[in-house]
């Protein structure tokens, strides 16, 4: 069953001391009984990489794989040169950590914090994540953003921006229902065939769960449905409660399936 847990849902007990990435691996196996990890970058105090062996390593003894490497601070686009350069060396230095991590996929924002994207910064994205395309192949995973902030969330940016990338190692990272403008379903199904991982809020759990996840299985989405909570409280059994209803929907499609 491929489901993963974004270790952002658990950003309250990281704030308090209690979870690091290894505690949070540790909850997603024997807790939650998952095989995926979904690691926020937050978790990760370093990208040196003999930190992030240790991490690799603790995947490995409980069998793990890494769904999705979600990485803040290392979007594509600021104003500012110096910054650019800086989030561009941040990324890359995240990448790498991909590399070691055996990630499927990994989120870099673009970073716009506007509505629109202006052509300067609309060419100069393109080409970041062309080249970071161009590594994710070399390395076997996906790269892209995510319907995360800014220009992001609208469903003409990020047509436009997979148009023009065109690589298949190109993805979005879609957090279902996560729009500024349009009819959210609408969206998800229009950027379905390039969704390359997915995160779940409690709000989408709560209205129209079965309902969104069918428009991307329906698409063929291959990825894993990764189950994120924001609220900082009670995370332990709010993230139970929100996993407990991803695998409902996916029991049930493996009922129909069957035939039972």
């Known amino acids: 069953m491929k489901i993963s847990i974004a270790s952002y849902a658990f950003h309250g007990l990281l704030a308090e001391g209690k979870m690091d990435v290894f505690g949070y691996l540790e909850?997603?196996?024997?807790?939650?009984?998952?095989?995926?990890?979904?690691?926020?970058?937050?978790?990760?105090?370093?990208t040196e990489p003999d930190f992030i062996r240790k991490v690799r390593q603790a995947m490995d003894e409980k069998e793990m794989v890494l769904a999705?490497?979600?990485?803040?601070?290392?979007?594509?686009?600021?104003?500012?040169?110096?910054?650019?350069?800086?989030?561009?060396?941040?990324a890359l230095a995240h990448?790498?950590?991909a590399v070691i991590l055996g990630a499927r996929t990994v989120r870099l924002d673009v970073g716009v914090r506007a509505d629109d994207?202006?052509?300067?910064?609309?060419?100069?994205?393109?080409?970041?994540?062309q080249e970071y395309a161009r590594f994710a192949a070399d390395h076997g995973f996906?790269?892209?953003?995510?319907?995360?902030?800014?220009?992001?969330?609208?469903?003409?940016?990020?047509?436009?921006?997979?148009a023009a990338?065109?690589?298949?190692?190109?993805?979005?990272?879609?957090?279902?229902?996560?729009?500024?403008?349009?009819?959210?379903?609408?969206?998800?199904?229009a950027v379905a065939h390039f969704t390359m991982h997915t995160h779940v809020d409690a709000r989408i759990t709560r209205a129209c769960l079965e309902e969104r996840m069918t428009i991307?299985?329906?698409?063929?989405y291959p990825g894993y449905w990764g189950v994120e909570h924001h609220s900082g409280t009670n995370e332990?059994?709010?993230?139970?409660?929100?996993?407990?209803?991803?695998?409902?929907?996916?029991k049930r499609w493996e009922i129909e399936q069957a035939g039972v």
């Not at 999705?68 to 941040?90: F, I, K, Q, S, T």
């Not at 994207?117 to 994540?129: G, L, N, P, Q």
């Not at 990338?165 to 199904?189: R, T």
């Open 165 to 189: 990338v065109s690589h298949p190692s190109y993805g979005l990272l879609l957090h279902i229902g996560h729009w500024n403008a349009g009819d959210e379903a609408q969206n998800d199904a």
């Open 236 to 250: 332990y059994a709010e993230v139970a409660w929100q996993m407990s209803e991803v695998v409902r929907v996916v």
């Open 216 to 220: 991307l299985r329906d698409a063929g």
């Open 95 to 97: 990448l790498r950590a």
């Open 68 to 90: 999705n490497l979600c990485v803040d601070g290392a979007h594509v686009w600021d104003p500012e040169p110096d910054e650019r350069e800086r989030l561009y060396l941040n």
């Open 117 to 129: 994207i202006s052509d300067e910064a609309f060419d100069y994205i393109v080409m970041r994540y």
């Open 142 to 162: 996906r790269v892209g953003p995510e319907t995360h902030w800014g220009a992001s969330l609208f469903l003409e940016n990020q047509l436009k921006l997979q």
């Open 27 to 46: 909850s997603c196996k024997y807790r939650y009984r998952v095989d995926a990890a979904d690691i926020w970058n937050g978790m990760l105090p370093t």
